[in-house]
C-alpha cells in the first residue's frame, strides 16, 4: 500500500505543469503566433495565470496579478486615483488591461502601436475622460506620471 502512495505522489510531482498547446485546445480566440510577438509573449500560460495547475481546470478562476511581474508599477497605480477608487470598491475603475489592452495583446509603450504610447495617450484616456478633464490633469501631472514616461503635452 505504501508503494502506491509513494507512486502516486511521485506521478503528481512529475506532472509538467498545462503548455500552451494544451490551452488552445479551449482557449482557441488567443492566435498563439501572434501573441509570441506581444510583450508577454515570452511567458508560459501558466506564469500569469498561476491558479491553474492542471487541465481541465476550474471555470471560475482568480484574477491575473500582474503585480507578481510588474510590482513598481502597480505601486504607482495604486496610489493613482484610479486605484484609490478601485480600493474603494468601485468595481468599475480602470485596471491595467484597460488602459494597456487585453493583456495577450499587449506591447511595450515605447511601441508606437501601444494603446499607452504617448501619442495614444489622449485617445486612450479619452475613453473615459472628457478634453476638458485631460487639459487638467495634463497641467498637473503628479510625479509618478514622469516616472511612467508622461510628461505634460501627453494627456491633453
Same mark, same amino acid.
Given at each position: ?25 479551449? !482557449? ?13 509573449? /515570452?511567458?508560459?500560460?501558466?506564469? &500569469?495565470?498561476?491558479? @491553474?495547475?492542471? @487541465? ?11 503585480? $507578481?511581474?510588474?510590482? !513598481? ?9 484610479? /486605484? ?9 475603475? #480602470? ?10 495583446? @499587449?506591447?511595450?509603450?515605447?511601441? #508606437? ?5 504617448? $501619442? !495614444? ?6 475613453? &473615459? !475622460? ?7 490633469? =495634463?497641467? %498637473?501631472?503628479?510625479?509618478?506620471? %514622469? ?6 503635452? =501627453?494627456?491633453?
Amino acid at each position: 500500500m505504501r508503494w502506491l502512495l509513494a507512486a502516486c505522489l511521485a506521478m503528481s510531482l512529475s506532472a509538467a505543469p498545462p503548455q500552451a498547446k494544451d490551452c488552445l485546445e479551449c !482557449h482557441d480566440n488567443v492566435n498563439l503566433e501572434v501573441f509570441r510577438t506581444r510583450s508577454h509573449g /515570452g511567458l508560459a500560460c501558466v506564469d &500569469c495565470h498561476a491558479a @491553474i495547475k492542471a @487541465i481541465p481546470h476550474d471555470e471560475k478562476l482568480p484574477q491575473v496579478q500582474c503585480r $507578481r511581474c510588474h510590482a !513598481h508599477e502597480v505601486e504607482d497605480y495604486d496610489q493613482s486615483a484610479h /486605484g484609490v477608487a478601485r480600493a474603494a470598491g468601485n468595481a468599475k475603475a #480602470p485596471w491595467c488591461t484597460t488602459c494597456h489592452g487585453p493583456a495577450h495583446d @499587449i506591447v511595450s509603450p515605447r511601441d #508606437p502601436a501601444s494603446k499607452v504610447a504617448k $501619442r !495614444h495617450m489622449a485617445a486612450t484616456c479619452g475613453t &473615459c !475622460h472628457p478634453r476638458d478633464f485631460l487639459a487638467r490633469v =495634463d497641467q %498637473s501631472l503628479p510625479h509618478r506620471a %514622469s516616472r511612467m514616461g508622461i510628461q505634460k503635452g =501627453d494627456v491633453k
